[in-house]
């Protein structure tokens, strides 16, 4: 069968790397978490002390970029890839909320997204990949088979996050999720490079009133759709 490109984008917690993850395990696919990416290179600005509460030096992470280097090992036991940064294990570093609070700064920056981007494209090159994030049907695969965009309620979002974060033992307030969680929207949607918008060909998915399997389902059935037609 031919293999499609599989472009998914949308609001941080959405649930789009839960789906892409379960329609690579499907379908046989790649599955890139593009926003891993993003997180990972937060995660060593934050080591290197380029980025905290009180400053951002893009100069200085810049100057130390090209020591960055992200791939993704696949872990039988958990079914999908995890993110090494420079040969480190960081799937469960990256996730936190001290990430997430910088990585919508980071991701705005042109000469991140360029090198991102440049790898992003290159996994994708020979198709049968589903990949999530924010720029992926616009910019990354703007001819991608299937674009999908995720979007809910930022209360929704905020307690889906709040939930996980507590799954994972962080100390944290729904208060705070919730900020952060539309201070990255508006970021994300503001920011000059490549910003979160919905592809004009892409198909919205509100799973506002969804749990997880409507939301499988219907997702699968609209590849399905796009598979039957190649």
């Given at each position: 069968m031919k293999k499609i490109t599989i472009a998914i984008d949308g609001?941080?917690?959405?649930?789009?790397?839960?789906?892409?993850?379960?329609?690579?395990?499907?379908?046989?696919?790649?599955?890139?978490?593009?926003?891993?990416?993003?997180?990972?290179?937060?995660?060593?600005?934050m080591q290197h002390g380029c980025i905290d509460h009180d400053q951002f030096d893009k100069a200085a992470l810049l100057s130390i970029l090209d020591d960055v280097a992200i791939s993704f090992k696949f872990n039988p036991a958990l079914g999908y890839a995890e993110v090494y940064l420079n040969g480190e294990n960081v799937e469960k570093a990256i996730r936190t909320l001290a990430v997430s609070e910088f990585v919508s700064q980071?991701?705005?920056?042109?000469?991140?997204?360029?090198?991102?981007v440049k790898?992003?494209?290159?996994?994708?090159?020979?198709?049968?990949?589903?990949?999530?994030?924010?720029?992926?049907?616009?910019?990354?695969?703007?001819?991608?088979?299937?674009?999908?965009?995720?979007?809910?309620s930022p209360e929704i979002r905020a307690e889906r996050r709040y939930n996980e974060l507590l799954q994972r033992g962080e100390d944290?307030?729904?208060?705070?999720?919730?900020?952060?969680?539309?201070?990255?929207?508006?970021?994300d949607s503001n920011r000059k490079d490549s910003p979160l918008i919905k592809a004009s060909d892409a198909i919205e998915i509100d799973n506002t009133d969804m749990?997880?399997?409507?939301?499988?389902?219907?997702?699968?059935?609209?590849?399905?759709?796009?598979?039957?037609?190649?």
């Open positions: 609001y941080s917690s959405t649930g789009k790397s839960t789906v892409a993850k379960q329609l690579a395990k499907h379908l046989g696919y790649i599955y890139v978490d593009s926003g891993a990416m993003y997180r990972a290179v937060t995660y060593f600005a980071i991701a705005a920056v042109p000469e991140i997204r360029a090198q991102l790898i992003q494209k290159e996994m994708g090159g020979n198709k049968g990949v589903v990949m999530d994030g924010r720029d992926i049907g616009t910019v990354v695969f703007p001819n991608a088979e299937l674009k999908l965009f995720m979007t809910a944290v307030s729904f208060e705070a999720v919730l900020k952060n969680v539309k201070d990255r929207d508006f970021i749990d997880l399997k409507e939301q499988y389902d219907v997702i699968l059935n609209l590849v399905n759709q796009v598979l039957n037609k190649a």
